[in-house]
């Protein structure tokens, strides 16, 4: 099996040595990921100006791939134009930090697995709880306990999906099948004066802002839980467009037509 792996973190990320070799078990890999942190980067990519790749040796000896874009572009960069065959397995993450609820839009690492879905590639991003910087080894350990489950799952059911990893104890946590949370936490900026008097805005999205649905991946993590989350790409909203569709009848003609 060929995997990429690729997160938002950086090539210095922690518990990025412990995923290559987990995941070393079930087939090889090859790193791609951004030359500097890109948490937060969305989906977006680099369109308006070239990237580049080049190798860097990491502590362990280990060479990895880091490109100067986005993690999206690095999935599209290794699928398009880096590995010789696509891979048959693309894995995001661990990243520092939970993307559960609407922070699915905000997340690198989530957008990562979301590009390779794209290119109908099977693809997990995984997140985990900051309380875990000190465990990467043990977050490793449930990466691969989850995508031995998800493996044995037959491809269409779990062709991109979200997992998050609560703060771990001594114990595996139970995974939850979930959906995503829609509860929005507002947020909320502070402001700070730096040394010229200028104030700055530091946004704080991390208050809770009710509680979340019963079956959703906030739920389930604050249950003390794994939150699988099987996610889609296409955000049509169904039902308003079967509304739209029904209730509107067929299109009126034109006035500047009827007139002639
Ligand atoms: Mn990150």
């Known amino acids: 099996m060929r995997i990429l792996l690729t997160n938002d973190d950086g090539p210095f990320a922690p518990g990025i040595g412990a995923m290559r070799k987990t995941l070393a078990d079930l087939g090889a890999v090859t790193v791609v990921c951004p030359v500097s942190e890109r948490s937060g980067a969305g989906h ?7 990237v580049r790749p080049h190798s860097v040796r990491l502590a362990d000896g280990e060479q990895v791939t880091v490109l100067t874009g986005t993690p999206a572009d690095c999935v599209k960069f290794a699928v398009l134009e880096l590995m010789d065959e696509a891979p048959d397995l693309v894995v995001s993450g661990p ?30 991003a995984f997140s985990c709880s900051r309380r875990n910087l000190e465990d990467m080894e043990h977050v490793a350990l449930q990466v691969r306990r989850v995508l031995e489950l998800l493996l044995e799952t037959p491809e269409e059911h779990a062709r991109v999906v979200n997992v998050n990893v609560p703060r771990l104890g001594p114990e595996s946590p139970p995974i939850r099948f979930t959906r995503q949370s829609v509860v929005f936490p507002r947020g909320t900026y502070t402001p700070w004066e730096d040394g010229h008097g200028r104030v700055h805005y530091w946004l704080d999205s991390t208050r809770r802002a009710g509680p979340p649905e019963d079956d959703s991946d906030v739920a389930a993590l604050e249950d003390g839980g794994i939150s699988v989350t099987p996610l889609r790409l296409d955000l049509t909203a169904e039902k308003a467009l079967h509304h739209l569709q029904s209730a509107a009848g067929p299109e009126p003609e034109p006035e500047s037509i009827k007139k002639r």
């Open 44 to 50: 977006s990519i680099t369109y308006m100006q070239p």
């Open 95 to 124: 990243n520092i930090g939970i993307n559960a609820g609407v922070d699915v839009f905000y997340s690198g690492t989530v957008a990562a697995a979301l590009e390779a879905g794209f290119y109908g590639l099977r693809a997990a």
